[in-house]
């Protein structure tokens, strides 16, 4: 049998949307009780965190067609 790798995706699966995806990680790891709303200091941190992940990304961007990673990084969990 041939091997397909479009059936075996690499990394982490896209975000729903930033703020689901920091209440899962805030909840995993006890900063708010499940269910509860996230403050907005707590939200500024995670767009602050996700920002400087797509900085320490940038000098390794490729110039070709694969596209960069820190605006992958910005486009799936970064502020609108």
């Known amino acids: 049998m041939e091997?397909?790798?479009n059936d075996d995706p690499v990394g982490c699966p896209p975000a729903k949307d930033p703020l689901s995806e920091f209440?899962?990680?805030a909840?995993?790891?006890?900063?708010?009780?499940?269910g509860d709303p996230m403050d907005e200091n707590l939200i500024q941190a995670f767009y602050a965190l996700v920002e400087?992940?797509?900085?320490?990304a940038e000098p390794f961007d490729s110039s070709?067609?694969?596209g960069s990673a820190s605006e992958a990084?910005?486009?799936e969990l970064g502020q609108d």
């Open 64 to 66: 070709d067609d694969t």
């Open 52 to 56: 400087r992940c797509a900085c320490v």
């Open 27 to 34: 909840e995993g790891h006890n900063l708010i009780r499940i």
């Open 3 to 5: 091997e397909n790798e």
């Open 73 to 75: 990084i910005r486009a």
């Open 23 to 25: 209440r899962r990680i």
